[in-house]
């Protein structure tokens, strides 16, 4: 398949966190669907999926080095903040981790592709 | 309305796709439906004898705490050397109970003893002999079938009547009425006033179909009423807005006064209550749900490699007309959206199939074994979201490749 080159333009930096994003995806997929999640609420496990899926699309946005990746990286993050403070689970570890990651993507925010 | 145009599109698309190649969407969905097959089936499961649980522990009552002299708790580290000297509870301590006790509505005294009855030629043994003393009614409700509940006065006197469960109206009695009826019990005849609504077993094995109640001052007579085997029991009910913590602290400091007991010393009485028991089958139902989980997780993740797998063999397969779509001006995110869609139809009938096989399993399951398995609405909207998801993250980065194509090197492709 002839993808496009922009992937050749990601720094290494990116890389890594993209490298560490997936694989704590990989780790956080079950882990919403666990029995414990399913007892907080019944829409518990579909609300957080969506935000794990538009958080793993925003990863790979960010690994072909484009804005919309950032952008929905940043807003996958609140929304899964709100979602961790309206069921008083908040992880300051996460926090602290996804804004080093968000620091990282705004470094390169400018030099990004701004098309899909 | 472009949104929805598009989306229209997509799925169209993506459906002449699937239908195309039956035996690939076939394969390929198999394992999503296997893995959405497995959890959800143990999730259902598991749920459906947690409720069936929850409602046989609840019908002991959840305002009832129970006087007795052993706890309910289990497991290797049961301390039963610590337990095994301690008195009884006994119809005195009812008494005492009942005129200090402020927060309780309603208690009575129990206690069972395994024994045969006789009818006539007809005879049933490891029948229940219930002794209750008054105000048992108040505190557990016995619905009567036929004939009356015991009077203060049979209570008090200890009249030899009883009242009998259905197994005891169907074991002796064949078609005969029972009420004015003799049985015999350790040689005591007792006359029969009423028989009880057929209750079936709970799952914990609580029934009143076995049992014959009679008043705990003719019980007294004819057996010991301080054997460890017949449980004696205190149950004490709480009135309307007391909670059971607040019951049992009470019932703490009146136990301890009445046994006499030192302020350091522990307590020799066990005061039970229904969520002591829901609590041991917690971690029983936790650990087969954590095992469901991962077995099923393994399931779908195989299943999401097989879509992810087919998704792009899919687009290998389109290359051309994915360069010929974008030369006529499709957009980037048009063929993300057509392959997503792809991904998603696919993953998601994979579910809804797995589901379908575990409610037609729950018809079967039911008509052949009477089990009652409910297929929730919980674990419905689970089933289809995690098809949804791994529909979504399996297919989007062969999607987003797609979209990705250079339309002049995507036509030039074989």
């Known amino acids: 398949m002839a993808f496009s080159s922009t992937i050749k333009k990601r720094p290494i930096l990116l890389s890594i966190v993209c490298i560490i994003s997936y694989a704590w995806i990989a780790v956080a997929f079950p882990s919403i669907f666990s029995p414990a999640v399913k007892k907080i609420s019944e829409w518990l496990p579909a609300v957080l999926g969506i935000i794990l899926a538009a958080n793993f699309m925003s990863i790979v946005g960010i690994w072909h080095f484009k804005q919309w990746g950032v952008e929905m990286y940043v807003i996958s993050f609140f929304a899964k903040q709100i979602v961790y403070i309206l069921i008083d689970d908040i992880s300051i570890i996460s926090i602290c981790l996804s804004a080093v990651f968000i620091i990282c993507f705004l470094i390169y925010y400018k030099q990004m592709d701004k098309n899909l | 309305m472009l949104v929805f145009r598009l989306l229209k599109e997509s799925i169209l698309f993506a459906l002449n796709a699937l239908v195309s190649n039956k035996l690939r969407t076939f394969l390929s969905l198999l394992g999503i439906t296997i893995g959405i097959f ?262 779908i993740l195989v299943g999401g490699f097989g879509i992810a797998n087919i998704m792009f063999v899919s687009v290998k397969e389109r290359t051309n007309i994915i360069g010929i779509q974008k030369s006529l001006g499709a957009k980037n995110y048009f063929i993300l959206l057509q392959f997503l869609t792809e991904s998603v139809v696919l993953s998601f009938i994979g579910g809804l199939l797995g589901l379908v096989i575990i409610y037609i399993a729950i018809l079967f399951i039911g008509d052949s074994f009477g089990m009652t398995l409910v297929l929730s609405s919980s674990n419905i909207i689970l089933g289809l979201t995690i098809s949804i998801l791994i529909g979504v993250i399996s297919g989007f980065i062969p999607a987003y490749g797609a979209s990705q194509l250079d339309p002049v090197e995507a036509i030039r492709s074989n």
């Not at chain 2, 004898?49 to 009832?64: I, K, P, Q, W």
């Not at chain 2, 705490?65 to 309910?72: E, G």
């Not at chain 2, 206690?111 to 006539?120: I, L």
């Not at chain 2, 008054?134 to 079938?145: M, P, R, S, T």
Request: charged share 20%; proline share 3%; with cysteine.
């Open chain 2, 38 to 299: 497995a959890i959800i089936s143990v999730f259902t499961v598991v749920d459906s004898l947690e409720n069936s649980l929850r409602t046989s522990v609840a019908s002991l009552g959840d305002d009832v705490v129970y006087v007795q002299k052993w706890p309910w708790t289990f497991g290797p580290d049961y301390p039963w050397w610590k337990y095994m000297d301690r008195p009884q509870p006994t119809t005195e301590e009812l008494s005492e109970i009942q005129r200090r006790c402020q927060n309780a509505a309603a208690m009575a005294y129990e206690a069972t003893f395994s024994k045969t009855v006789q009818y006539h030629d007809n005879s049933m043994d490891n029948v229940s002999l219930a002794a209750i003393s008054d105000n048992f009614n108040d505190v557990k409700k016995l619905e009567i079938n036929d004939g009356r509940y015991f009077s203060e006065a049979e209570f008090a006197s200890g009249k030899n009547i009883a009242l009998i469960g259905d197994a005891i109206v169907q074991g002796l009695f064949s078609g005969e009425n029972p009420i004015g009826k003799e049985i015999e019990v350790m040689g005591r005849k007792l006359t029969i006033v009423g028989t009880l609504k057929k209750q079936g077993e709970s799952m914990i094995g609580e029934t009143v179909d076995n049992n014959v109640f009679v008043p705990v001052n003719f019980a007294r007579n004819i057996v010991d009423m301080r054997k460890d085997q017949s449980n004696p029991t205190i149950l004490v009910k709480a009135k309307t807005g007391i909670t059971n913590a607040q019951l049992i602290d009470e019932l703490t400091g009146i136990m301890r006064s009445i046994r006499k007991l030192q302020p350091l010393a522990d307590d020799d009485f066990a005061l039970n209550q229904t969520s002591m028991l829901s609590k041991q089958f917690d971690g029983l139902f936790g650990i087969v749900g954590i095992i469901g989980w991962i077995i099923g997780g393994f399931a």
